[in-house]
DNA sequence: ATAAATTGACCGACTCGTCGGTCGGCAAAA
DNA sequence: TTTTGCCGACCGACGAGTCGGTCAATTTAT
């Protein structure tokens, strides 16, 4: 290894412990309440410092969203990886999903700072990684979806637009649980979602009636690519 | 009417006018962007002034935020009173929570930044609003949940549950289209998502081999209040 | 081999604009 | 004359980002 490699190794360590301090101070004291000199100090280094590896605070800030949702990414995408019949790596797929909120429930906080900040930023790259995670992770669903229709255990349903569709419940829910103050179990809420989208609510008799309705809906999907 | 009355009267118009005014320059800048001057300017009014109606920034917030679910409960509330039948209620309630969520697109990220502030404030006031507000629309929710039942639409299911998992549900799809940048019809996705629901996306084949494991899950359901 | 020179990572005191909140005074109403 | 509501100049804390200086490691010169 040359001297400039192992160099640019010691560099990328260093940044890395910088993003580690800077999720653990963003974590517990939100983005504006979080001073630069904080994580400084927690990662034992000169505010300075910080600066020769981040320019502002927006960067250091996407730094750790970004490494966040690397790692979810790479968490599903590895979990959906080892099965093969499509029940079981949903099956999978959910429990790793749960699993990653339930480790990461003390940032939801700051989950929610990163979408609004996203949503009012002039900088575009914000909403583009929150995308291209979205993106990644309906393509994780569509895959399945598909898969369970080829084997008969989903009925014809547009596989893209329900696979973004249970992105937004699955956000959904753990909003609602963090909200609550996670009085119930998360894993619990999730079962019971499952049973409700297997199996439906109505009656025999009742879905009968519906059926036409429904059947349209459920082919016809709702999703558009944002611009 | 007495003088104090007239004077107090006034004096609600005042703050209700000053709210107007935090309402827009919140959800134009956010909470920590938003300048009480900014706020007291668009009022047309001065800045010792706004400070003679709320004591500080955070009572501001509250109060906007209070006003948005004050209105949104009573729009729910109403839009059920609206209807006997429970299917039609049921529409009736889903039509006015996209009514609400499309007007109030532009302060999504305000609504988000308010969630964490909820989170992370020593204020309890800012987390008991928003269990407020849940409570109020799950027990809408769950008494429909309950007629339909008794109607033979609905099969047996933890009203209560089914009701809350449709809040997060609700929140989970709005959010992802404000994040997906608004680039479908939000109507569109709320029906795609009662079809799925409602029908459920199994084969009858299928929901016959996992009708046990199923039943009981919406038979339990998984919500408990939160302490 | 040793000294001198160079580099660049690191640092934290400092700057400077910002903004929540205060307060003394003013003007209109009572 | 007193009270009430209103105002905006002022204050002081605050924190992002800067910058000149330090020092240890590396390179070059002797």
């Given at each position: 290894?040359?001297k400039?490699q192992?160099?640019?190794?010691?560099?990328?360590?260093k940044?890395?412990?910088?993003?580690?301090?800077?999720?653990?101070?963003?974590?517990?004291?939100?983005?504006?309440?979080?001073?630069?000199?904080?994580i400084a100090?927690?990662?034992?280094?000169?505010?300075?410092?910080?600066?020769?590896?981040?320019?502002?605070?927006?960067?250091?800030?996407l730094a750790?969203?970004?490494?966040?949702?690397?790692?979810?990414e790479?968490q599903?995408?590895?979990s959906?990886?080892?099965h093969?019949?499509?029940?079981?790596k949903?099956?999978?797929?959910?429990?790793?999903?749960i699993?990653?909120?339930?480790?990461?429930?003390?940032?939801?906080?700051?989950l929610?700072?990163?979408?609004?900040?996203?949503l009012?930023?002039?900088?575009?790259?914000?909403?583009?990684?929150?995308?291209k995670?979205?993106?990644?992770?309906a393509?994780?669903?569509?895959?399945?979806?598909?898969?369970?229709?080829?084997?008969?255990?989903?009925?014809?349903?547009?596989?893209v637009?329900?696979?973004?569709?249970e992105?937004?419940?699955?956000?959904?829910i753990?909003?609602q649980?963090i909200?609550?103050?996670?009085?119930?179990s998360?894993r619990?809420?999730?079962k019971f979602?499952?049973?409700?989208?297997?199996?439906?609510?109505?009656t025999?008799?009742?879905?009968?009636?519906?059926?036409?309705k429904?059947?349209?809906?459920?082919?016809?999907?709702?999703?558009?690519?944002?611009?």
């Amino acid at each position: 290894m040359t001297k400039q490699q192992e160099a640019s190794k010691r560099r990328d360590a260093k940044r890395e412990a910088i993003i580690k301090a800077a999720i653990h101070i963003f974590g517990q004291k939100g983005f504006h309440a979080a001073k630069i000199q904080d994580i400084a100090d927690f990662a034992s280094i000169g505010k300075g410092t910080v600066y020769e590896y981040f320019s502002t605070k927006d960067e250091l800030f996407l730094a750790v969203y970004d490494k966040w949702m690397d790692d979810f990414e790479a968490q599903m995408t590895a979990s959906a990886a080892e099965h093969n019949n499509p029940v079981s790596k949903a099956d999978a797929l959910i429990d790793t999903a749960i699993d990653f909120y339930e480790t990461h429930a003390q940032y939801a906080a700051i989950l929610l700072e990163f979408w609004a900040h996203a949503l009012r930023s002039d900088d575009k790259h914000f909403l583009e990684r929150i995308r291209k995670m979205k993106q990644t992770l309906a393509d994780l669903g569509a895959d399945v979806t598909r898969q369970l229709k080829k084997v008969r255990a989903f009925t014809e349903v547009d596989a893209v637009s329900f696979s973004r569709l249970e992105l937004g419940i699955s956000d959904g829910i753990f909003l609602q649980w963090i909200l609550d103050g996670k009085a119930y179990s998360l894993r619990d809420a999730y079962k019971f979602r499952q049973s409700v989208i297997g199996s439906g609510l109505m009656t025999t008799a009742f879905r009968k009636v519906m059926s036409l309705k429904t059947k349209k809906h459920l082919k016809e999907g709702f999703w558009k690519s944002p611009e």
